[in-house]
């Protein structure tokens, strides 16, 4: 069975600094992988995915990931971040099942606090 | 394009009643929609997968005679929690899939208070 580890349950950063937020997952095939943002209330909101090729991917709103098979990791990263980008970043590890659809598992979340 | 909606956004009811959320694709066919469960300050746990037209296919531990999922349309799937306890008080995030797709689009989920 997939899982997703996030390590960081709460990030506090300057704005104008630049981000880190760490995923490490852990599944048997090559994953597909996910990175979500959902502020207090709402859905989630897709940043950026990875399926297959580059392994820097570039999302929305200035975040990319890097997906790095030897150490398991997705890590989500912003050279500058604002204070709008506080909120609550989920990463996620997809797996096709028999039958078809997908499944989706997620971390537990990190809450990132922007300090003016 | 791919919007998912959730009505209601927000819903009161008392213990022992049952309620009604709608998830509705309003721009795509969704031939899968998936039903998440969010507790306050932690993760989505993914509670039920359906298919137009199947069964939905629960998660170990979802209780499938409380969490009642139709799926009836290709842009059309609810779920009903009956006979409603505090406990059940909860965010319920749906998302739907196109055929082909991988990817999931999410709705803005409904906030349930049982009281």
């Known amino acids: 069975a997939q899982s997703v580890t996030q390590p960081d349950i709460h990030i506090t950063v300057s704005e104008g600094a630049s981000l880190e937020l760490r995923c490490n997952y852990s599944?048997?095939?090559?994953?597909?992988l996910f990175w979500y943002v959902q502020s207090p209330g709402q859905g989630l909101q897709l940043l950026l995915k990875y399926f297959s090729g580059d392994t820097l991917v570039q999302g929305i709103k200035g975040f990319e990931a890097e997906f790095k098979r030897s150490q398991s990791s997705f890590n989500l990263r912003k050279p500058s971040v604002h204070w709008s980008d506080a909120a609550e970043y989920f990463c996620?590890?997809?797996?096709?099942?028999?039958?078809?659809?997908?499944?989706?598992?997620f971390g537990t979340g990190t809450q990132l606090k922007v300090e003016l | 394009g791919a919007v998912v909606s959730q009505h209601p956004s927000w819903v009161i009811c008392k213990s022992g009643t049952s309620v009604k959320i709608e998830c509705r694709s309003l721009d795509f066919q969704a031939t899968t929609m998936f039903w998440y469960r969010q507790f306050p300050k932690q993760s989505l746990m993914l509670m039920a997968t359906s298919n137009e037209g199947s069964k939905a296919t629960y998660e170990q531990g979802v209780e499938k005679d409380k969490f009642l999922i139709n799926h009836a349309s290709l842009t059309l799937s609810t779920l009903t929690v009956t006979s409603a306890h505090p406990e059940d008080s909860s965010f319920y995030i749906c998302?739907?899939?196109?055929?082909?797709?991988?990817?999931?689009?999410f709705g803005p989920g409904t906030r349930l208070t049982v009281t």
């Open positions: 599944y048997g095939a090559t994953p597909y």
């Open positions: 998302s739907a899939k196109r055929q082909r797709d991988y990817e999931q689009y």
């Open positions: 996620a590890v997809g797996a096709l099942r028999t039958g078809g659809g997908n499944k989706l598992t």
